[in-house]
């Protein structure tokens, strides 16, 4: 295949951003910046999940996608459920070429807290074009770092480094370890 594809993992529509309280417009970061980004990138053919047709079930194409993309674009902006677990089926099956984006605002989850991830300004419903196009040279940037084929996933980083005796030295030691979170939670409960 000739052409690159770029999948996006991202929800679409206006989303409440419980944690912020309040409302945002995902598509105006899709269309306003990956899309108009992509638009220059002729060597990428750009998808979305809401962009699939046919008439097979869409989890067979978003899957698809998901593994044998070029590159995929993971927004997870509303920590929206579904973005987060195709970000999770990406990093488990390439080990590279996946970026992560979200509003500032966002707290990092603790497993993607080590990873690179491009933020940008909180915008709501609106977003000007100089933001806009602030956001477009930064994952332009990350773009062509991704093209090097650096290991980005966090599963790829550590899973390969350990062999099976330190497996088994590790679950060993965290087996009797008495300070472990679960027990220093259980006497502080008892404490109380």
Do not use: W
Not at 48 to 59: H, K, L, M, V
């Amino acid at each position: 295949m000739s052409r690159k594809i770029c999948f996006v993992a991202m929800g679409f529509g206006k989303k409440m951003d419980y944690r912020n309280s309040k409302e945002v417009d995902l598509d105006i970061i899709y269309k306003k910046v990956i899309k108009n980004l992509f638009d220059s990138l002729t060597e990428y053919e750009l998808i979305r999940a809401d962009e699939i047709s046919g008439s097979e079930i869409i989890d067979v194409s978003m899957y698809s996608l998901l593994l044998k993309a070029d590159l995929v674009i993971a927004d997870i902006t509303t920590m929206n459920e579904n973005a987060i677990y195709e970000l999770g089926i990406r990093h488990a099956s390439k080990p590279f070429s996946t970026i992560i984006m979200m509003q500032e605002s966002e707290k990092i989850p603790f497993d993607l807290n080590h990873c690179r991830i491009l933020t940008y300004k909180d915008f709501g419903e609106v977003l000007d074009d100089e933001e806009a196009e602030k956001i477009k040279t930064n994952l332009h940037s990350f773009i062509k770092a991704s093209e090097e084929q650096n290991i980005d996933s966090p599963l790829y980083t550590y899973l390969p480094n350990i062999s099976d005796r330190e497996l088994d030295e590790l679950f060993d030691t965290a087996k009797t370890k008495e300070e472990t979170i679960s027990n220093l939670v259980g006497k502080a409960e008892a404490l109380k």
